[in-house]
C-alpha cells in the first residue's frame, strides 16, 4: 500500500522528495513509519494536523489517501515547491516543526482552517475513527471538539468486544503508547522501562504465562487484526491507561488463598470447627474488659447456683424423664397440697408427648375403670344398722390375760430355709404351718411371698374403693353379703375377720344378755377356747355360706398371733362375685337348723356340717364301730396285763386304725373307757399293800361301774349327734350294743384285778369323765384345722339358749383342758413337716376332723 502511495507521489512529484522522506525518517525519534507517512502528507498537502501517533493512524492516513485519491483532490502545490538542494540539517529544520505548537492550528493544518466541503467531510469520517486527530481524549473533551458520547461509547464497547472476543491476557508492551509517553525524556523512559521491567517480572513470579498483544496481533488473520486494530485506535487514553495495570491485564500479585467453605463456615484445614469460638474464649480479654468483669463476677456466682442443670438425653426419645417413681404408691399430702397449687395456674401450653403420661398423673382427670377391674357399686346402697367397724382384733376382759397365761403362749417359734432367689413358696416350712413370715422368722425380706396379711395391712392403709376391694351389698334372700368390686387371684388375701377376741365366759353372757334379741350372731371358734366377736369388727362379718364357696376362711398366724382372714379359693374372683365361703355349721340342734339359700348344685339345703361330716349312719356301719371299740378295749387290756409284747407291734398301724372316718364316735369311746381303766389300774399297781389293793378293787368297781354308764350313754349321744333322724333307730340299737359289750369289759377287769390280788398291788382311781364337747362350731374342730367354722347360732329361743350355754361352758372346761395337752404334744419338739392334728384319747373328736394324711398321735402313750 505505502509503494503504491509512493509510486502515485512519485509521479506526482520529484524523485528527491522520497529521499526527503527517508531522511525525516530517519531523524525521527520513534521508527514508526507513519511518521514519515505524516511529514510526508503534511508537506505534500496537509491533509493531516498530525503525525500519526499509532499505527491506527496510519492505517487511518492510508485510507484517508485513497479517499483523496478517489476524489481526486488536488496534490498540494507545497509538495512540489520544496526546497531542493539544501543541507540535510537546513531541510530536516526546515521540514520540522513543534507538533505540539502547531497541533490544531491552522499553520500546522492551514487546509482544515481553510476547508472545502470535501475535506470537511474527509475530517468528520476521520474523527470518527480516530477522534479528534492530535488531540488526546481528555483534551477533546475539554475542548468540546470531541464527537458524541455515542461516539465514545462506540468506541470503548469495540475495544471491550475485542478483548473480549481474544479473551487472552493484555501485554502493555504491545499496547500503542500514548502521546505523552512518546514525548518522554530518557530518564523517564528508563523508569518507565524500569516499571515495565517489574511488572513483567511481577507476571512472570505469579506463574501466569501472558503472551504479547504483538504476538497475538501477528497470529490474527489480517482481517481480524485489522478489526483489533482499528477497535485499539478507539479505546481512549483512560483505557489505555488502564490496559496498563495489573488487574485489567489479569496479573495476580497477591498469592491466591484457596478456602473451603462448608454449610456456610469456613473450614480451615487442621483446625476443629469450634476451634474459633475456643480461641475466641481463649483470647485474653482487654484490661478495660478484665476491670468489666472482675465487677461482674459476684452476680454471675449467684446466677449459676440459680440456675438448673440440665438433663442431658442419655438414650432414646424419653430418656432424661424421671422415672424412679413408683406411681403406684400415691402422693403424700405434701405433694398432693403442691400439685393442688399448680392447679390453681395451669400450663396453657401443652407438654411434649413424652411428658404427657406424668403430666395426667399429677395433675389428674376423672375417669373410671373398666368393670372387669374394679366396680364399686354406686353411691346411695342400703347399709347395715349398727354395725360399729373395727380392723383390728381386740382382747376384751380377761381375753388378754388368759391368752398370756396359756401354756403353749410362745410355741410360735418358727424360722424358715428358704433362699432368695426362690423365695418362700409352697415349699417354705412357715408357710405349712400356717405362719406368716416377718423379720424374725425369714431372712428373705420383701421377696418373700409369704406375708399376705403384711400385704393386706399395705393394700388398706393406702385407701381406695380398688385397694379395700370389697363392699357390703344387700342380698334379696340372705340379708347383707359382701361382694368383690375387683378381680381377686387365686388363694389371695381378701379381708381380715377382726373383731373382738373373748373368752367363752363372756360369749356365754353376751349371748345371754347382749344378742338375746339379736337374729344373727357373729361368733366364731377362734384360738386357745376364744372366740371373735366380730359384732364390732371388720366387713369380712357379713360374708354369707355357699355349699359351693369360691373363698375359705383361715386361721393364720402373726407374729406369734391367730388371725383370721377370708382368701380366695382355688379359683380366681372376679369383679362383682359375692364372696361366699363353707360355714361348716353346727346347728347343735333341729331346732337351730336354718334354710340354705346359696342356690348352689350342691346346696345341701340347710347350713350345716360340711357332706363328709355327716354321712348317713348305715346299720352295719354303726355295729362295725361298735365292734372295733370293744376290740380296742380288750386289746388294750391285754396289753395292760401283759398278754402281748407292745414292741412287736407296729405303733404306726395302730394309729392310722384308730383315724377311721365315722367309726371314730363309738371306738373312741370304747376306747376311752378301758384306757381310763387301765390307766387307773397301772397307777394302782404301782404301789404295794394289800390295803391299797383293796382300795383299788374298791376304786375299780367304782369307776367300771360309773364308766360303763358313761361310756353307754355318751356312745348313744354321740351317735345321736352323728346321726340323722332317719337313723336314729339304727343309733339306740347300736347304743344298747355298745353297753352290753362295756359291761363285759367290765366284767373282765374286775376278774382281772382278783387275780392281780395276789400278785402287785394295785390302786384303781377315779378315771377321767369322757364326755362330748358341745361348743359354738366346735372349737376343737378349729384347733386341728385351718379351715375354720363359724359358730354363729342363729336365732334361738331364750330357754333352749339358757340350756345350750349352760352345757356348752362345762363342756368348754374340758375343751380346754384338751387343748393344753396338745399344745404340750407340740411343744415336745415334733419333727418339721408333722402335724399334730389329733389327739387320740382326747375328749371328743369328730370324724370329720381326720383327714387320710394327717397322723394321730395318742397323747397318753407319748407321754407313757
Ligand atoms: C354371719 S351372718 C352373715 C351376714 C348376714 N347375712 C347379715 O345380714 O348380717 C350369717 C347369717 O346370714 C344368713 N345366711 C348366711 N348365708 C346364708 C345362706 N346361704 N342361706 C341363708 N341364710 C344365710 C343366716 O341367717 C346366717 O345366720
Not at 528527491?16 to 505524516?38: G, K, L, M, Q, V
Not at 411434649?352 to 368393670?371: I, Y
Not at 372387669?372 to 342400703?382: E, K, M, N
Not at 396289753?639 to 372316718?661: C, Q
Amino acid at each position: 500500500m505505502f509503494s503504491t502511495l509512493l509510486e502515485r507521489m512519485g509521479s506526482a512529484s520529484k524523485p528527491p522528495s522520497a529521499t526527503r522522506i527517508e531522511r525525516t525518517r530517519a531523524s525521527s525519534s520513534d521508527s514508526f513509519p507513519s511518521t514519515s507517512t505524516a511529514d510526508l502528507l503534511s508537506n505534500a498537502q496537509s491533509l493531516s494536523s498530525t503525525p500519526p501517533t499509532s499505527v491506527g493512524d496510519n492505517v487511518s492516513i492510508s485510507s484517508l489517501i485513497s479517499l483523496i485519491e478517489k476524489e481526486n483532490v488536488p496534490a498540494p502545490a507545497s509538495t512540489e515547491n520544496s526546497p531542493a538542494g539544501r543541507s540535510l540539517r537546513a531541510r530536516t529544520k526546515v521540514g520540522t516543526y513543534n507538533i505540539k505548537a502547531l497541533a490544531g492550528t491552522s499553520v500546522h493544518a492551514p487546509t482544515k482552517y481553510n476547508k472545502s466541503s470535501s475535506i470537511r467531510d474527509l475530517e468528520t469520517r476521520r474523527r470518527t475513527l480516530s477522534g479528534v486527530p492530535g488531540e488526546t481524549l481528555g483534551g477533546a473533551l475539554a475542548s468540546g471538539s470531541l464527537s458524541t458520547d455515542a461516539a465514545q461509547e462506540d468506541a470503548q464497547r469495540l475495544v471491550h468486544d475485542g478483548i473480549a472476543a481474544l479473551d487472552l491476557p493484555w501485554s502493555v508492551k504491545a499496547l500503542p503508547k500514548s502521546k505523552s509517553e512518546i514525548g518522554l525524556s530518557e530518564r523517564a523512559k528508563k523508569k518507565a522501562a524500569a516499571e515495565e521491567l517489574e511488572r513483567r517480572k511481577s507476571t512472570r513470579l505469579a506463574g501466569e504465562k501472558v503472551e504479547s498483544l504483538t504476538k497475538k496481533i501477528s497470529v490474527l488473520g489480517k482481517r481480524s487484526r485489522k478489526t483489533f486494530e482499528s477497535g485499539l485506535l478507539k479505546a481512549s487514553r483512560e483505557l489505555r491507561k488502564l490496559a496498563d495495570t495489573n488487574e485489567f491485564a489479569h496479573i495476580d500479585t497477591k498469592p491466591v488463598l484457596h478456602e473451603v467453605w462448608s454449610n456456610g463456615k469456613l473450614v480451615v484445614p487442621g483446625e476443629p470447627a469450634n476451634k474459633k469460638k475456643k480461641a475466641e474464649a481463649a483470647v485474653p480479654a482487654s484490661p478495660k474488659k478484665k476491670v468489666e468483669e472482675i465487677v461482674e463476677e459476684e452476680p454471675k456466682e449467684e446466677k449459676k447456683s440459680v440456675k438448673k442443670e440440665k438433663t442431658w438425653l442419655t438414650k432414646g426419645l424419653y430418656a432424661g424423664q424421671q422415672g424412679n417413681r413408683d406411681w403406684s404408691i400415691g402422693f403424700s399430702p405434701r405433694e398432693r397440697e403442691m400439685m393442688a397449687s399448680q392447679r390453681s395456674k395451669p400450663n396453657t401450653l401443652l407438654p411434649f408427648p413424652m411428658w404427657h403420661g406424668q403430666r395426667l398423673l399429677q395433675v389428674g382427670r376423672d375417669f373410671k375403670l373398666p368393670f372387669d377391674v374394679c366396680s364399686p357399686l354406686p353411691p346411695g346402697q342400703p347399709k347395715p344398722d349398727e354395725w360399729r367397724k373395727s380392723t383390728r382384733n381386740r382382747f376384751i376382759g380377761d381375753a388378754a390375760a388368759a391368752w398370756k397365761t396359756s401354756k403353749h403362749f410362745g410355741d410360735w417359734d418358727s424360722s424358715c430355709v428358704c433362699r432368695s432367689e426362690e423365695g418362700c413358696d409352697e415349699n417354705c416350712q412357715n408357710r405349712i404351718m400356717f405362719y406368716e413370715c416377718d423379720s424374725t422368722n425369714c431372712k428373705i425380706g420383701p421377696k418373700c411371698g409369704n406375708r399376705a396379711f403384711a400385704d393386706l395391712q399395705e393394700r388398706r392403709k393406702l385407701g381406695g374403693k380398688y385397694r379395700i376391694g370389697v363392699e357390703v351389698v344387700k342380698t334379696e334372700d340372705r340379708g347383707y353379703g359382701v361382694r368383690a368390686n375387683r378381680c381377686f387371684d387365686p388363694h389371695q388375701i381378701i379381708v381380715e375377720y377382726n373383731g373382738e377376741i373373748i373368752t367363752e365366759e363372756e360369749c356365754d353372757r353376751r349371748m345371754n344378755e347382749e344378742y338375746k334379741n339379736n337374729e344373727c350372731y357373729y361368733l366364731m371358734a377362734f384360738d386357745q377356747n376364744m372366740i371373735i366377736d366380730a359384732t364390732t369388727g371388720s366387713m369380712a362379718r357379713f360374708v354369707n355360706h355357699s355349699c359351693s364357696p369360691n373363698c375359705k376362711m383361715v386361721k393364720w398366724i402373726v407374729a406369734g398371733k391367730p388371725r383370721m382372714a377370708l382368701f380366695a379359693g382355688d379359683k380366681p374372683i372376679m369383679t362383682g362375685e359375692e364372696l361366699t365361703y363353707d360355714y361348716n355349721f353346727d346347728p347343735f340342734s333341729a331346732k337351730n337348723v336354718q334354710e340354705c339359700r346359696c342356690g348352689s348344685a350342691n346346696c345341701r339345703g340347710f347350713l350345716g356340717p360340711r357332706p363328709k361330716d355327716q354321712k348317713p349312719l348305715k346299720e352295719h356301719a354303726i355295729e362295725k364301730a361298735v365292734k372295733a371299740g370293744v376290740k380296742a378295749g380288750k386289746r388294750k387290756l391285754k396289753e395292760i396285763l401283759g398278754g402281748d409284747d407292745e414292741s412287736k407291734r407296729s405303733p404306726k398301724k395302730r394309729k392310722i386304725a384308730s383315724a377311721k372316718g365315722t367309726k371314730r364316735p363309738a371306738s373312741s369311746t370304747g376306747k376311752n373307757v378301758t384306757k381310763d381303766a387301765v390307766k387307773s389300774i397301772k397307777r394302782s399297781a404301782s404301789s404295794t399293800g394289800k390295803k391299797v389293793a383293796k382300795g383299788a378293787v374298791k376304786s375299780i368297781k367304782r369307776s367300771a361301774s360309773s364308766a360303763s354308764m358313761k361310756v353307754a350313754k355318751g356312745a348313744v349321744k354321740s351317735i345321736k349327734r352323728s346321726a340323722s333322724s332317719a337313723n336314729m333307730k339304727v343309733a339306740k340299737d347300736a347304743a344298747k350294743v355298745v353297753k352290753k359289750n362295756v359291761s363285759e369289759q367290765i366284767i373282765n377287769a374286775k376278774q382281772t384285778v382278783s387275780s392281780r390280788k395276789r400278785g402287785a398291788p394295785i390302786a384303781v382311781k377315779k378315771t377321767v369323765k369322757a364326755s362330748v364337747l358341745k361348743t359354738y362350731g366346735k372349737s376343737q374342730t378349729k384347733l386341728g384345722s385351718r379351715n375354720s367354722t363359724l359358730a354363729i347360732v342363729p336365732a334361738v329361743t331364750r330357754e333352749s339358749k339358757t340350756s345350750k350355754t349352760s352345757k356348752t361352758s362345762s363342756a368348754s372346761k374340758k375343751s380346754v383342758r384338751n387343748i393344753v395337752r396338745t399344745m404340750k404334744g407340740r411343744k415336745a419338739g415334733r419333727p418339721a413337716g408333722i402335724k399334730v392334728v389329733k389327739v387320740a384319747g382326747a375328749a371328743d373328736t369328730s370324724s370329720d376332723e381326720i383327714s387320710d394324711d394327717e397322723i394321730v398321735v395318742d397323747v397318753e402313750k407319748i407321754k407313757g
